[in-house]
């Protein structure tokens, strides 16, 4: 493990903050954290996120109308989970699925720079079904990282997210996504995967007095599962409602 470490990156526009826990790195897994103290400002900025559909404007018109239609009806669904949020100030188990997911990609920006992709279920329906990844990053070193995320709200639930893609990985579901994400992903990403050189992320919500304990755990059990795939890669994100 290493011995740097770095403070809190403060985000107000999403009202939460984020942690580097390089102190728990171990080989090629990393790890930070994300605490949530405003949920009003989280569901504006995953709001603002999922009607944001600039990222279509540069595909070609082919590739644009089809993804237009379920970009459109699934956004309106997430929205809607959002205000939901927003105007009760609780954490509902859709809600808190995306609270992690999206809230991972945006703590892979802001600690490791990774740029996020449109979320998965953007551009593959995906609303109350499990057909595969929750989101996906690129890291500066342009592997694409296939996200899965797990939400309780009383647990620890990294076990689930590793366990979750292994079997994924098991299932060839990473490869399975290439045909969405070579459209929407840089050209050296796609290649890397056709190399198979990828990484993973399992995003998990953390509801423990010592969070840090709790993701060194996950650490343990990340090792293990690295032993059984061959990946460049492992980020493990906690996060956690701390108002």
Same mark, same amino acid.
């Given at each position: 493990?290493?011995?740097?470490? /770095?403070?809190?990156?403060?985000? /107000? /526009? ?7 826990? =390089? ?30 559909? $600039? ?22 669904? *997430?929205?809607?989970?959002?205000? =939901? ?16 997911? @999206?809230?991972? /990609?945006?703590?892979?920006? @802001? ?7 449109? *979320? ?32 309780? $709200? ?50 998990? =919500? ?14 343990? =059990? ?22």
């Amino acid at each position: 493990m290493t011995s740097a470490n /770095a403070g809190p990156v403060c985000d /107000a /526009a999403w009202g939460c903050d984020h942690f580097d826990l =390089s102190t728990l790195t171990l080989g090629n897994i990393r790890a930070c954290r994300v605490s949530v103290f405003d949920i009003t400002k989280l569901a504006d900025a995953l709001t603002q996120t999922v009607v944001d559909t $600039s990222w279509m404007s540069n595909l070609d018109p082919g590739a644009r109308r089809s993804y237009e239609r379920t970009v459109s009806e699934t956004s309106e669904l *997430l929205v809607a989970i959002f205000e =939901s949020a927003a105007s009760t100030s609780s954490i509902a188990e859709d809600f808190g699925e995306l609270m992690v997911s @999206m809230g991972s /990609a945006r703590a892979l920006n @802001m600690i490791f720079n990774h740029r996020a992709v449109p *979320l998965a279920e953007l551009w593959k329906p995906q609303i109350k079904q499990n057909e595969g990844f929750d989101f996906h990053t690129i890291c500066p070193g342009e592997w694409v990282n296939f996200g899965e995320a797990k939400y309780s $709200s009383s647990g620890n639930p990294h076990g689930l997210a590793i366990a979750q893609i292994s079997a994924f990985l098991s299932a060839e579901k990473h490869y399975r996504d290439r045909p969405h994400l070579q459209t929407i992903a840089p050209a050296a990403t796609i290649s890397k995967l056709d190399s198979e050189e990828f990484g993973v992320v399992a995003a998990f =919500s953390l509801n423990a007095k010592n969070q840090e304990l709790v993701i060194a755990n996950a650490i343990k =059990s990340a090792d293990k599962f690295a032993k059984k795939h061959k990946i460049v890669q492992i980020f493990l994100v906690g996060v956690s409602y701390d108002a």
